[in-house]
């Protein structure tokens, strides 16, 4: 088979096909002989019809199905040959409906194929980031502990008579709404706060100074788009129906052995390493994510990538078609999703573009630097994840098999190794040194 290949631009070849004729007249006698073995035709018994009438009586349809057959083995031949990795179906010159075939000629078709675009990638040490050795302050470790403390904290009811004062505790019972609609998963009894506190809401904490112990009183509060914990709260204005049970006085426990041992720890000084040593780890893991927006970020810039347009535009109709069966599947309309179908295709397309560059960089990496996920490393990796989420590990594995995510999750694995190999590889991004 005469295979020749033609480069149209970056992202776009031609490959032209040509299968020989002893495979064209082997094609045609299988076609006719398996005809033959089904076809009933007046005044001849069941595989016995004459191939002369045969060719006759249906030469559209034997050319269908033979230009189908030679077209598709040739057509998946060429590609494995030529080491191509097709983006999407192949448009085919002529179309396929157009090609015939004759005994003893060959049959001559095209293919215009989008492939991946050569990628040339930077060099590693020219991708910079922050290496700076991971550190937490013994003041945030203290910080911290302070926050453990407030949260065991005791509050007693007081004697006195009074109205709130802004440094009081309170203990309250609340009932919250918008429009009249109560939200049952934010109202709540028995809350007791501390008015001191920076993170209570400003004009909860105006509202409850100056009740008095058993008042009820409707106090509007307002969050701005991020002080809610939560996210469909945060913007929006609440109604809070307070009643005021008490004003309480706070008691701290005491940051010694008995208090560590209330946390599970042996000793203070033991739940003290332990807790900075949890931070440090924390604040590592943070820094690695830091440190793959930088190096990502750096590799898109530095590699010239072109995706085709049609190519984005069908990733992009995908991406839409998931969010519509999603919503439907959880019954929800747009409106109560939070989702705007105006605004969602323009971001859509740039996660679209953004995560193409990203994949086909990383699988450029890969092959050159050889760096792959064994089935070994990838059955170690779900029994580790089915451990942390208390899952049995071969149930987790089928479930995996079932939902067709096994390779995706191999995948995440593979881009975590070449993240873990560039920033190894990358420089350490210089640090500007101020002096007196």
Not at 20 to 25: E, G, I
Not at 215 to 237: M, P, Q, R, Y
């Amino acid at each position: 088979m005469r295979i020749e290949v033609e480069t149209l631009d970056n992202t776009q070849v031609r490959i032209e096909i040509e299968v020989p004729a002893v495979d064209v007249d082997e094609a045609l006698e299988e076609a006719y002989q398996t005809m033959r073995s089904y076809v009933t035709l007046p005044g001849f018994r069941k595989g016995r019809v004459p191939l002369t009438i045969l060719k006759s009586r249906f030469p559209e349809h034997i050319n269908t199905e033979v230009v189908k057959e030679l077209v598709s083995t040739a057509y998946e031949n060429a590609l494995i040959s030529k080491e191509l990795m097709p983006l999407a179906q192949p448009t085919f010159d002529p179309p396929l409906e157009q090609l015939k075939v004759t005994e003893n000629q060959p049959l001559l078709f095209a293919a215009i194929v989008k492939v991946k675009p050569s990628i040339t990638l930077p060099a590693y040490e020219e991708i910079e980031t922050d290496k700076t050795a991971v550190n937490v302050a013994r003041e945030d470790v203290e910080s911290h502990i302070e926050q453990l403390q407030l949260q065991s904290a005791t509050f007693e009811p007081i004697e006195e008579e009074r109205p709130v004062e802004a440094s009081d505790c309170v203990r309250v019972d609340w009932i919250c709404s918008i429009d009249g609609e109560e939200l049952e998963n934010e109202s709540a009894q028995d809350i007791d706060l501390d008015l001191t506190s920076k993170e209570l809401n400003t004009d909860l904490r105006d509202g409850l100074i100056g009740m008095g112990i058993g008042e009820t009183k409707s106090i509007e509060v307002n969050f701005d788009d991020t002080t809610h914990a939560t996210a469909s709260l945060s913007g929006k204005t609440i109604m809070y129906t307070v009643t005021l049970h008490a004003i309480t006085l706070k008691h701290l426990p005491e940051l010694d052995d008995e208090f560590a041992k209330d946390l599970g720890y042996e000793t203070y000084n033991q739940m003290h390493g332990v807790i900075w040593n949890t931070l440090v780890e924390n604040e590592r893991i943070l820094q690695i994510e830091r440190q793959k927006v930088e190096i990502l970020e750096q590799l898109i810039d530095k590699t010239n990538i072109t995706i085709p347009e049609d190519l984005i535009d069908q990733y992009v109709e995908q991406s839409l078609q998931n969010v519509r069966q999603q919503l439907q599947a959880q019954q929800q309309t747009p409106e109560q999703a939070g989702i705007d179908f105006e605004k969602l295709p323009s971001d859509v397309r740039k996660d679209v573009i953004q995560q193409t560059k990203q994949n086909w960089i990383f699988e450029e990496i890969a092959a050159s630097e050889n760096i792959y996920v064994s089935d070994e490393e990838l059955e170690w990796e779900i029994r580790r994840a089915a451990e942390q989420m208390n899952r049995d590990a071969q149930k987790y594995a089928e479930l995996l098999k079932t939902n067709k995510r096994l390779e995706d999750f191999r995948v995440q694995l593979q881009h975590e190794k070449i993240f873990q190999y560039l920033i190894e590889n990358a420089s350490a991004k210089k640090t500007l040194i101020i002096t007196g």
